[in-house]
């Protein structure tokens, strides 16, 4: 049963620009509910010459389009677009600058429907630009669209027993009226729904929690500083929605999410641009399943990645797991590998010995490298690696040059990764992505960055399964135990034996709060990467197959915020579910 709460009506006289057929009993959902994951675009502040070389660059379509203003007489844009293939790929047209009658006869002699609409006046006239897809097949619906006051938008509603997908503002001189399209709510398309129109966000998040909804539309009315949605029942993926959001918070929450845009509005309190949007998942399972774990245990900046790097290929790879994993963030002890694998590279050029002797800094009073003996460079190496031992670290860094480091990094690939001051010292952010800790992994695993020896050398002065300082290891015991099935405890034992395991993790707090590497508070950053080698049955033979992984999440909450993410997520082994899964599925074959 469909209901709605309606506030701050015009009364200006509406205008039915009606157009309907009868829609089969398997229609296709909108798009703004579809989250089958598809590559997408999304721009603003765009000319239509601009848009038109976008949309001549790749085989895109248009699923949201908003005149965010006119220049002159032509309208700038606002878009998102997605890939027209796979379930997302139809016919479609799009027009701008068309008064109702020429959109009518646009629809008419493409026998189409409109999916989004976005008015605009020039000199007292209104204009409409639109998208259309054919009302054909699969795609039919029953459908209408209006233009006028709220009043008479519910009028129609009422009339039609149809459901709002699509509701958009704009000022004449009558005041505020809207575009609105609406479905048949019948069939395949029937669901419960709800409209409002200047609401605040307190009482739109608590309509969206009690009706247990997902936004379908979402804006405000021109000046307004409340909101008008539509919304289904139902929700058929995770989604969000944000209001008077930056446009590089915007692509943060997009990235961090695993998400596509569905519906994107630029406005512009102050004259600044800023936007209200709508984003529905765009993620495989795998990314889908860690970004719920990050969002149900801390408040923050999420990321994760994992990723095939050798053995046999398999489904959905080589990238099996990723979300924000170009975004600069500070990994605290997570970045030491870098500085071991550099020391392995002198070991290996023979400019090194991991038998020299090296300076022992206070481990209690390291920022000010104060001497009290001496020990062998392994041995550091080791304490650095395995009990993430800041005064080793600092020692080493001391040693060599921040410089240095960088340098060699930069020179592997890791474009992105900078020591900007010693661990845990006062000074700028250290940072890494998740992007340059898999390209290290990746050239350890395929030995490209050591030699074999090396690698074997610097694994073994690493945590993992015989040193298990983040507790990794342990925590994907039951991971195994909850996915062996019907194998024997020999079989589990054999499985378990042949996995390999090397990683870093690392942590930090700001009691009080500091800026992060993106311009945001945040009170604390943990993280873990890796390599692990899982085993595998092919045919009766044991093979290996190697992937790289990682998380971060930085706190913009409280200290206390990191500790359950991290054992939600098994200090990362919760990344590696589904290849345990898959593994121990063929484990019957060679136990």
Not at 14 to 36: K, M, N, Q
Not at 262 to 273: C, L, N
Not at 414 to 433: E, K, Q, R, S, V
Not at 437 to 454: D, E, I, S, W
């Amino acid at each position: 049963m469909s209901r709605f709460s309606l506030c701050q009506l015009t009364a200006a006289a509406g205008l039915a620009l009606a157009a309907l057929t009868s829609a089969p009993a398997a229609a296709d959902p909108i798009e703004r509910v579809l989250s089958t994951p598809t590559g997408w675009l999304y721009y603003y502040g765009v000319t239509p010459a601009q848009l038109s070389t976008i949309l001549s660059s790749g085989n895109y379509r248009i699923v949201d389009l908003q005149v965010e203003s006119v220049s002159g007489s032509s309208p700038v844009f606002t878009v998102a677009l997605v890939n027209n293939t796979g379930v997302y790929g139809k016919g479609w047209w799009y027009y701008y600058g068309q008064t109702t009658a020429q959109v009518s006869a646009a629809l008419t002699a493409n026998n189409a429907r409109l999916i989004s609409v976005s008015p605009y006046v020039v000199s007292g006239t209104t204009y409409y630009a639109t998208v259309m897809v054919p009302n054909t097949n699969s795609d039919a619906k029953t459908w209408y669209w209006w233009v006028g006051s709220g009043s008479y938008i519910n009028s129609q509603l009422t009339a039609t027993s149809t459901r709002l997908v699509d509701l958009e503002p704009f000022t004449t001189s009558s005041g505020t009226q809207y575009a609105a399209i609406a479905i048949a709510n019948t069939g395949a398309d029937a669901d419960s729904w709800w409209w409002y129109l200047g609401s605040s966000l307190s009482s739109l998040n608590t309509n969206i929690s009690n009706n247990h909804a997902q936004l379908l539309t979402f804006n405000s009315d021109p000046g307004a500083s409340t909101y008008n949605a539509a919304m289904q029942g139902n929700p058929t993926a995770a989604w969000w929605y944000y209001a008077s959001v930056s446009p590089g918070t915007l692509s943060a929450l997009v990235t961090e999410n695993g998400a596509r845009l569905t519906e994107v509005r630029s406005i512009f309190p102050g004259g600044t641009r800023a936007f209200n949007a709508i984003m529905i998942n765009n993620s495989n399972a795998c990314t889908s399943r860690i970004i719920s774990i990050q969002h149900n245990n801390g408040t923050g900046w999420n990321g994760s990645y994992l990723k095939q790097v050798s053995g046999k290929a398999i489904p959905g790879g080589p990238v099996l797991c990723s979300s924000a994993d170009a975004r600069q963030f500070d990994p605290a002890s997570a970045i030491k590998t870098v500085i071991g694998t550099y020391v392995m590279k002198l070991v290996q050029n023979h400019q090194a010995k991991l038998t020299d002797t090296v300076p022992l800094y206070d481990p209690n009073n390291f920022c000010n490298f104060a001497q009290i003996g001496t020990e062998s460079l392994g041995n550091a190496v080791t304490q650095m690696l395995q009990n993430s031992d800041n005064a080793r670290t600092d020692m080493l860094l001391k040693r060599y040059s921040l410089g240095t480091i960088n340098a060699y990094a930069h020179s592997i690939g890791m474009a992105n990764t900078n020591f900007n001051t010693y661990i845990d010292c006062p000074g700028p952010h250290t940072t890494l992505t998740l992007d340059d800790a898999a390209t290290l992994y990746t050239g350890l695993a395929n030995h490209t960055v050591l030699k074999t020896a090396n690698v074997k050398k610097l694994f073994s002065m690493m945590a993992g399964r015989n040193y298990d300082f983040a507790g990794m290891w342990g925590d994907l015991q039951p991971i195994i135990a909850a996915n062996a099935g019907s194998l024997t405890s020999g079989q589990v034992a054999s499985f378990t034996a042949a996995i390999t395991l090397s990683y870093k993790s690392g942590g930090y707090t700001w009691p009080g709060g500091t800026p992060d590497l993106n311009g945001q508070t945040e009170y604390g950053d943990e993280g873990i990467d890796g390599v692990v080698g899982i085993p595998y049955c092919s045919g009766k033979k044991q093979a290996i197959r190697q992937f790289v992984f990682g998380f971060f999440h930085e706190s913009t909450a409280s200290d206390a915020d990191q500790t359950p993410l991290l054992n939600a997520m098994g200090a990362g082994a919760q990344l590696l579910t589904e290849q345990v899964q898959s593994a121990l599925a063929t484990w019957n074959k060679c136990g």
